[in-house]
């Protein structure tokens, strides 16, 4: 079993920069791959960023490219998405996600590809 807990969420203007940190409870955070997704009002929940366990892959969407950038700390069970150049279009609440496996580089990008998610942290981008 996995807990995760997001913080870091928050107001910024556009164009300023947010980072999110998600802590991981329990022994499998080393062994878990990991994602960031998110939900705005009115919308499905979309992918944002995956890092493979061993933290050695990366992915992100394509509205994201360039500007987030995810990573992660085994030693302190935590997972990152440094944001830059935020936009109202990011304003969002933003979801990580844990998914075990035994290949250290592998990372997930759909939804139904993590089993514990944590309760989400909400962003806003005011223009």
């Known amino acids: 079993q996995v807990q995760l807990i997001e913080s870091g969420g928050g107001l910024v203007q556009a164009g300023g920069s947010l980072r999110l940190s998600c802590t991981a409870s329990?022994?499998?955070?080393?062994?878990?791959?990991m994602g960031w997704f998110r939900q705005a009002p009115g919308k499905e929940r979309e992918f944002v960023a995956a890092?493979?366990?061993?933290?050695?892959?990366?992915y992100y969407a394509d509205s994201v490219k360039g500007r987030f950038t995810i990573s992660r700390d085994n030693a302190k069970n935590t997972v990152y998405l440094q944001m830059y150049s935020l936009k109202p279009e990011d304003t969002a609440v933003y979801y990580c996600?844990?998914?075990?496996?035994?290949?250290?580089?592998?990372?997930?990008?759909?939804?139904?590809?993590?089993?514990?998610w944590g309760q989400g942290t909400q962003v806003t981008v005011s223009s």
């Open positions: 996600a844990a998914r075990p496996t035994v290949n250290s580089g592998i990372y997930y990008y759909k939804i139904l590809g993590y089993d514990y």
């Open positions: 329990g022994r499998t955070f080393s062994s878990s791959a």
């Open positions: 890092i493979s366990r061993s933290g050695g892959s990366t």
